[in-house]
């Protein structure tokens, strides 16, 4: 059975400070990887899909890494800023399906 | 594209009252799911539908629950009878021919 850790559960930096968020996944044998932010009281919003051919994809001050053979992705943002404050999930389909796997998310402050 | 639309977006209801959730697909998409998140377990699929078709509803977690998806564009989640332990944030998501899945702003659903 699938399980998907993310840790730290919460997270505050200053803002300008680069950071790392971890995801970890028990099998290995996954189909891709998606990350996504959530803001409070709102929808959920993909910020990056990473194929399981695929190490890693960028977007803006997002990058997103991805390894398999360890069941471990990180998503890495550069210069964060206020407007980054959300908690991020990581989520993993199940099978070859659409069924995604989500873990329990990081809650990001980044103080201005 | 307005995005996968999702009404209401709060509900407040009694116990043993009827409630239907709504949810408008984005155009194009075949795939739509039902997800229910809450504190205690997080994001947990509930159902997906693929071309109309219900494909896995495993995660439906009673009897109590229903979904339908008439046609592309439309779908519903019912709770009949609803319980306070209903009370979620239940989320609608679509996707097209890609795994990328898209959500909407979610409804917020209390049961007194």
């Known amino acids: 059975k699938q399980e998907v850790t993310q840790i730290p559960a919460a997270l505050s930096v200053p803002e300008g400070e680069n950071l790392v968020l971890n995801c970890s996944f028990t099998?290995?044998?996954?189909?891709?990887l998606q990350w996504f932010r959530q803001d409070p009281g709102k929808g959920l919003t993909s910020l990056l899909l990473i194929q399981s051919s695929q190490r890693e994809q960028t977007s803006g001050r997002l990058n997103a890494s991805l390894d398999k053979s360890s069941g471990r992705s990180t998503l890495y943002i550069a210069a964060s800023q206020p407007g980054d404050s959300a908690t991020y999930l990581c989520?993993?389909?199940?099978?070859?399906?659409?069924?995604?796997?989500f873990g329990s998310g990081t809650r990001l402050l980044v103080r201005p | 594209d307005a995005g996968v639309i999702q009404s209401p977006r709060h509900e407040v209801t009694e116990m043993g009252q009827e409630v239907t959730l709504r949810c408008k697909p984005i155009?194009?998409?075949?795939?739509l799911f039902w997800y229910r998140q809450t504190m205690m377990r997080g994001l947990e699929l509930l159902i997906y539908f693929n071309n109309n078709v219900p494909i896995d509803d495993s995660g439906m977690p009673e009897d109590r629950f229903s979904a339908k998806m008439p046609n592309a564009s439309f779908s519903t989640l019912k709770i009949q009878p609803s319980e306070p332990r209903d009370s979620a944030v239940y989320f609608c998501?679509?996707?097209?021919?890609?795994?990328?899945?898209?959500f909407g702003p979610g409804t917020r659903l209390t049961v007194t």
């Open positions: 998501a679509s996707a097209g021919t890609g795994v990328e899945q898209y």
């Open positions: 099998d290995s044998a996954i189909y891709n």
């Open positions: 989520a993993v389909p199940m099978d070859s399906s659409y069924k995604l796997i």
């Open positions: 155009s194009g998409h075949n795939s």
